[in-house]
């Protein structure tokens, strides 16, 4: 078992470069099944979730090569099943990606359900209706989701909610459909135009990535592949701005396009942090810091997977702040924790009440989720002292080189792994984490 050990408080300087976007990686990996052309992706972020998600191509009869650290080649001339196992699909609810593509593909496509972090109801009703207006004859058995069509059409479909999963999952889908397909309240995040992006360049036809309304053109097949280079991780990115604020330091955040977290940058400013920004980074210097609220909504709105980390945050402000998650019922995962490191949080329903400032004070905490985890480190960073995070496995599903590029910020930080004896021993894990 490994654990994170962080020396605090320290605050974060210097530069620190974004990797690839593991949200956007996910659907274009999928996007493979599409055509028996090979696809070449470039700034692929090293996780353990693309390893995943390379297993479960791979188990689907794509052919799967990873050309560097951050490259790969897929190659789906021939699918050998269309069939995946709860063994598979519960690492992660990234899964359900491929069963849109593969009804398009094959006609047919049964998925064991999804996995992945349990921040609460993600339910895929709006990905199954959409595929029953589209032709598929749907199934939801007790343990698999099934679908089958002989070809599927073009159809009208609005969403209850601008799901993203649900938005690139019925992209997929509709790019080989006969007709077209308009989706109404359509997601917008920046991983969603991404998938879009690389499906034009294999020859798709699609506008509107970005609005609320998409129109896919389909085709009897996608002709060509293409190479694609992943866009940057606002969450990421976000992260790291979040993290400097709470420090107090000064860190440039680079290869990140601002326009992404423009209600982030919005908010630490609100809250007293310096943001400057330029084309590709920013620069956020802290300062003393007053509570902010903070409400998730989709996107333009702040993101969900930043709501833990602004949480952490605001424990370092002076006054109350009332944070509320609006998407998930289950995302507060991460406030029994850090009161371990003696934050002053109270949630009542779907709303975290914050007291701050507080000096807060090392422990041991467990990791429960990705985002959980990232603010989890944030606090670690401010405490005084040295804290001992464990359940590390859910940041390196999420954060490629978590601890090397936190050390690059002049953080006192180390991954040391417990021996069957009980003992600890370190281990440099940097640079190799999702291989």
């Not at 073009?154 to 889908?173: F, Q, Y």
Request: aromatic share 4%; proline share 4%.
């Amino acid at each position: 078992m490994d654990l994170l050990r962080i020396a605090g408080p320290h605050p974060l300087e210097g530069t620190v470069s974004i990797s690839g976007s593991k949200n956007a990686a996910l659907p274009v990996m999928a996007a493979a099944l599409l055509t028996d052309q090979p696809l070449e992706l470039h700034n692929v972020p090293d996780i353990e979730d693309i390893e995943a998600m390379a297993t479960m191509l791979r188990h689907l009869g794509v052919q799967v090569d990873r050309l560097a650290q951050s490259s790969w080649r897929l190659h789906a001339a021939r699918l050998g099943t269309v069939q995946i196992g709860a063994d598979l699909t519960r690492r992660m609810r990234g899964s359900f990606l491929l069963f849109g593509a593969l009804i398009a593909r094959s006609g047919e496509a049964a998925i064991a359900r999804p996995g992945g972090d349990d921040i609460g109801m993600r339910r895929v009703e709006q990905h199954l209706e959409g595929l029953r207006l589209m032709g598929a004859n749907v199934d939801e058995l007790s343990d698999m989701y099934t679908a089958q069509a002989a070809r599927l059409h073009g159809a009208r479909i609005d969403l209850d909610m601008p799901t993203v999963t649900g938005t690139e999952n019925l992209i997929m889908a509709a790019v080989l459909a006969d007709g077209i397909t308009v989706i109404a309240n359509a997601a917008r995040e920046p991983h969603v135009f991404d998938l879009v992006r690389c499906l034009v360049g294999m020859g798709a036809r699609i506008s509107g990535a970005g609005t609320e309304l998409i129109v896919i053109e389909g085709q009897p097949s996608l002709l060509h592949g293409t190479t694609h280079s992943v866009t940057t991780d606002y969450i990421e990115a976000g992260t790291y701005m979040v993290a400097a604020a709470a420090t107090r330091g000064q860190v440039v955040v680079d290869r990140m396009r601002p326009s992404d977290v423009r209600w982030l940058i919005n908010k630490l400013r609100t809250a007293g942090a310096d943001v400057v920004e330029g084309a590709s980074h920013v620069l956020v210097r802290g300062g003393p810091l007053r509570a902010v609220d903070v409400t998730t909504w989709p996107h333009p709105g702040f993101a969900t997977d930043l709501q833990p980390q602004w949480g952490a945050l605001m424990t370092q402000a002076t006054g109350t702040s009332i944070v509320s998650e609006a998407l998930y019922e289950n995302r507060f995962r991460h406030v029994p924790e850090l009161m371990r490191f003696g934050a002053r949080i109270s949630v009542e329903g779907r709303s975290a009440i914050i007291e701050g400032p507080v000096r807060l004070t090392p422990t041991r905490a467990t990791v429960p989720d990705i985002r959980s985890g990232a603010a989890l480190v944030i606090a670690a960073l401010c405490a005084h002292g040295t804290t001992e995070l464990d359940g590390v496995y859910h940041l390196d599903r999420g954060y490629e080189a978590l601890e090397e590029k936190l050390r690059g910020l002049g953080a006192n930080v180390e991954r040391v792994t417990i021996a069957g004896d009980g003992d600890a021993a370190q281990f440099d894990l940097s640079g190799v984490v999702g291989d």
